[in-house]
Nanobody, 128 residues
């Protein structure tokens, strides 16, 4: 069974850091484009960061540029989102996602509809 499991969420003060991990199981995800999304209460799920399966190209939502870093270790089948300089507005449930279908070597995917394998989410709460 193909599965993504996020971990690393929690409660942190503004300005602090968290490291979210996404462990993939069931098969290798080395040729899948991967992404992170988040959903705050009462809001739609939004794109945060993505990485190509080539592990060469990354893209970020404007509000997290310079603070968040996405990376992947294909040998370990994991994707990491390092979050620094956290702000209260970063509070949300964070989801890891994989594009199950064709993905270009250096392609980045921004829409929820581009991904079809999702984790269960991990809560991130940033206090002011």
């Amino acid at each position: 069974q193909v599965q993504l499991v996020e971990s690393g969420g929690g409660l942190v003060q503004a300005g602090g850091s968290l490291r979210l991990s996404c462990a993939a199981s069931g098969r290798t995800f080395s040729r899948n484009a991967m992404g992170w999304f988040r959903q705050a209460p009462g809001k739609e799920r939004e794109f945060i960061a993505a990485i190509s399966w080539s592990n060469i190209v990354t893209r970020y939502f404007d509000s997290v540029k310079g603070r968040f870093t996405i990376s992947r270790d294909n040998a370990k089948n994991t994707v990491v989102l390092q979050m620094n300089g956290l702000k209260p507005e970063d509070t949300a449930v964070y989801y890891c996602a994989a594009r199950g279908g064709y993905a270009g070597y250096n392609e980045i995917y921004y829409s929820r509809n581009d991904y079809d394998i999702w984790g269960q989410g991990t809560q991130v709460t940033v206090s002011s």
